[in-house]
């Protein structure tokens, strides 16, 4: 029974289509979040959500999108895709946004061509 | 600015010796929280262990402890007795407190290879 679920863990898809990848915690937290890895392992937070509210919204493209219908689910949505958004997206969850150690999902390889 | 340095790119130790893995941080909230999480190659991140600023004693978990130097802001990660299956890559992690927005950023990592 995974803690934290992404789907899909690949994608591939071409420059210009909008794609989304969803995430789902069964932990009962409070906070759940997306991470980038880049291609030299860097992680940079993208978004943060706290009982459904957006509480980090750190400097990305607005292609990207957030969504949390509740919080238990974190999608996320990337308009109009290009070559440099190819990485791998991490969602996790906190207990709270005093996190004392992320669960991470297994990630979503993503790749534009 | 860096907020997290992990100064090894790679590091190598031989399989049954203990290693320490370099995490310096800089932060002027009084209150924020150390993280080390380990990604084999497999690619998901495994949380390893957790340091309050405000805790006393060092962290430990099992084979993991965090030596925490507060007045240096290091927060090293010691692994004992090494085992083939703790080559990975290695963050250091820092969640900063509410002038920081609450947000955990991560350093550059360490790659170990623990030799047999």
């Known amino acids: 029974d995974t803690a934290v679920s992404q789907t899909p863990k690949y994608l591939v898809t071409q420059m210009g289509n909008d794609k989304s990848i969803k995430c789902e915690q069964n932990l009962g937290h409070d906070t759940m979040y997306w991470y980038k890895q880049d291609s030299k392992k860097f992680l940079k937070i993208m978004f943060s959500y706290n009982n459904k509210e957006l509480i980090i919204n750190e400097t990305v493209p607005n292609r990207f999108s957030p969504k949390s219908p509740d919080k238990a689910h974190l999608n996320l949505h990337i308009n109009s895709l290009e070559l440099g958004d190819s990485a791998v997206y991490f969602c996790?969850?906190?207990?709270?946004?005093?996190?004392?150690?992320?669960?991470f999902g297994s990630g979503t390889r993503l790749t534009v061509v | 600015a860096q907020k997290i340095t992990q100064t090894q790119p790679g590091m190598f130790v031989q399989e049954k010796e203990a290693v320490t893995l370099d995490c310096t941080y800089d932060?002027?909230?009084?209150?924020?929280?150390l993280f080390w999480y380990k990604q084999p190659s497999s690619g998901e991140m495994i949380f390893l262990i957790y340091q309050g600023s405000y805790d006393q004693q060092n962290a430990t978990e099992g084979r993991y402890s965090l030596n925490f130097q507060k007045a240096r802001k290091s927060a090293n990660l010691v692994i004992s007795a090494s085992q083939l299956g703790d080559s990975a890559m290695y963050f250091c992690?820092?969640?900063?407190?509410?002038?920081?927005?609450?947000?955990?950023?991560f350093g550059a990592g360490t790659r170990l290879f623990v030799k047999a």
């Open positions: 996790a969850s906190s207990q709270d946004r005093d996190n004392y150690g992320y669960t």
């Open positions: 932060t002027s909230d009084p209150s924020y929280g």
């Open positions: 992690a820092m969640r900063e407190g509410n002038t920081g927005g609450f947000k955990t950023i």
